[in-house]
């Protein structure tokens, strides 16, 4: 869960908001016209603080939360309060991996260091016993990433 953003915006405040926003169309994506991370996110700051433009957008509208706020229309720039949503990141996630926008198992999960093949070898060093932090250095990772191989908590899909 994520902490409610502590926001106190000012009439000032919301108005500047709102004029970097592209809200022409009622029901399509209002884009984020001001800066944005590298992500696509737009970013608003004020009171020396900065948060998501989409997130600012939500509790203008719909008051403050401490779940994510989440977009139905998958676009990380809209700030159209009736593409948000308040949810958990579990669910943002689901949703992500249902619509086909992220897969997490094995090779395809963009963060993976590891091949299936490297996996099946660590495993079976592990299996003649092979300590886990030279198999840990033999492949450049941790000595409990190895552990969450070997024990079949990582790379399940393998097992």
Known sequence: MKRPIPIVLTGADIDRFWTSVDSRSADGC??????RDKDGYGRFTFARRSAGAHRVAFVITKGNTHLYVC??????AC???RHLYAGTQQANVQQAHSEGRVDFVGKQNNYAKLTEVEVRKIRALCNVGTPQRSVALRF???QSTVSLINTGKLWAHLV
């Open 71 to 76: 977009h139905t229309c998958n676009n990380p």
């Open 30 to 35: 209002w884009e984020w016209r001001a800066w």
């Open 79 to 81: 700030c159209n309060p």
């Open 140 to 142: 450049g990772i941790d």
